[in-house]
């Protein structure tokens, strides 16, 4: 079946660039998401890449998609304590018939000042 | 805001009991998804309805079952609770069932089964 695999943990401090990785494993995985998730609150989706890419570009976000490898990331340029949070990757494909998305284990982003 | 409401924002019960969680998806959007977020499981797809038919399903136990109204807001039942229940569960909408169609969730309802 499908499977989505995160990092459980990360730490940077403020003003540095955070990484966060994630590795799936169907090949037919079309669109690719990373969502956010503070305390408390539901999921916010932060952006999404087709599989035709290779990188996206949002702002401070940075999606690089390695298909060949189903690695994808996430890119955090200047990362500030409000996006202290956890992240969800998810996939979406042809073999789930594009109704669900498979998420991650989530990795937990903690800034410190 | 992502515009989806859920109703209650928490809930208490017993096991062996039975409740009922409510959805409300953005305007003008026609599909609704369940998902349950657990320490054990993750995050984990429930079911999908469009239109108010069902039109797909993923892990959801027979306990559960869940309906979509004439007005486009979905309900989850959830009976015989057990311990394990306890989650937080989602609710997102999209415009379409179309697999291009970005989800918005709601700010879920946590159900806790002592």
Known sequence: GEDVEQSLFLS????DSSVINCTYTDSSSTYLYWYKQEPG???????????????KQDQR???????KDKHLSLRI???????SAIYFCAERGQNT??????????TRLLVSP | DSGVTQTPKHLITATGQRVTLRC?????DLSVYWYQQSLDQGLQFLIQYYNGEERAKGNI???FSAQQFPDLHSELNLSSLELGDSALYFCASSVSGRGDNEQFFGPGTRLTVL
């Open chain 1, 61 to 67: 976000l940075t999606v690089l998609l390695n298909k």
């Open chain 1, 77 to 83: 340029a200047d990362t500030q304590t409000g996006d």
């Open chain 1, 97 to 106: 018939g594009f109704q669900k998305l498979v998420f991650g284990t989530g």
């Open chain 2, 24 to 28: 409300s998806p953005r305007s003008g």
């Open chain 1, 12 to 15: 940077v401090r403020e003003g």
């Open chain 1, 41 to 55: 609150a539901g999921l916010q989706l932060l952006t999404y890449i087709f599989s035709n890419m290779d990188m």
């Open chain 2, 61 to 63: 136990l027979e306990r």
